[in-house]
């Protein structure tokens, strides 16, 4: 397939808001997760909490999408110039001419569960103030955007549990090279609320401590947030060096509503056929961002897949130590971990894990360290077996 370029990124997270402190602080080993302190406080675990949420309510033309989702995507477009780029893209092209494509598992959840708390007690009406279209509503977040950048071309938001926003890239890809658009916003929003916290609580899927992917002792994931968006345009003659999508490779291997294939056949599928996109083979990847969230059914299936594409050399790491497991954005989120790793020349580590599983073979890095990254995977892998795979490179 024909690479596209990445003219901006932009990523805020539990690490903070912007690139750049999510860069340092997968430089300096610095996690962000903490003891679970969102609402009501009651559960055993840790999370990767945005701060500053709760204090910066949405106002103007745009006040009725008020939402933690979408205050988080707010804060998201804010930082990096990335609004600045997206209006030059749109000068261009024109504003029917760039797409938006949003990845999200939760949106505007929260507050759904905050107005069910206010329902009338004779009537069982909820309150008149939640706007099922502009909040809960899994589109909501993506119209967000779209006014928001003053975008109005193809706009979708896909939904496919934790790789939702892995498979923006593909179909942003796809639109663009049947000339339905000319450039696309493509990223993902997830927000913490109550019904994932619980959710993945009583599937006994969460950790009581930071996450540990690849560990012997592994015992679970830690749950966050964040808002991750990049800009995709066709590569130009002048484009050297510019941090590129490859391939992209997506599988359905529906083996389970919440459990992976024990072999990973749907993940071994997708990286294939990511590899194949971009046209190199196993033996060109210099590093892959694992999907890694330390579950000790999700890890063992990566690891067979990994080892059965890629061999067991290829370095590997898990960022979700640093993050928590964003869900809808983890997609996005390790995306962006990946074009650092080609851009900045340095493979992070997988913090917080101590000693191996021996019993799993890639090649887990523990501690992060310069690397020449030519080309870079990056897996994502959803229930029910939603998986993507994506390569990143440089053009050349």
Known sequence: MDPLAIRALTLTCALGAGIRPALAALRERRGALRPYDFDDGTLDTWIGRVDGLEESALNGALAKYDCRNNRLAEQGLAQDGFARAVAQARKRHGPDRVGVFIGTSTAGVLQAELAYRSMDAQTNELPSSFLYPYTLNAMSVTRYVCGRLDLHGPAMSISTACSSSAKVFASAYRHIRLGICDAAVVGGVDSLCLS???????????????????????????????????????????????????????????????????????????????????????ADVDYVNLHGTATSANDESEDRAVVAVLGDSTPCSSTKGWTGHTLGAAGITEALFTVLAVTEGFIPGTLNTRDKDENLAARIELEGHPASVSHALTNSFGFGGSNCSLVFGTAP
């Open 196 to 282: 994932t916290l619980y959710g993945f609580t009583s599937l006994g899927l969460v950790s009581a401590a930071p996450c540990r992917p690849w560990d012997a002792a592994r015992d679970g994931m830690n749950i966050g947030e964040s808002a991750g968006f990049a800009l995709l345009e066709r590569c130009g003659t002048g484009d050297r060096g510019t941090p590129v999508l490859l391939g992209y490779g997506e599988s359905s291997d529906a083996f389970h509503m919440s459990s992976p294939h024990p072999d990973g056949a749907g993940a071994a599928m997708a990286m294939r056929r990511a590899l194949g996109n971009a046209g190199i083979t196993a």
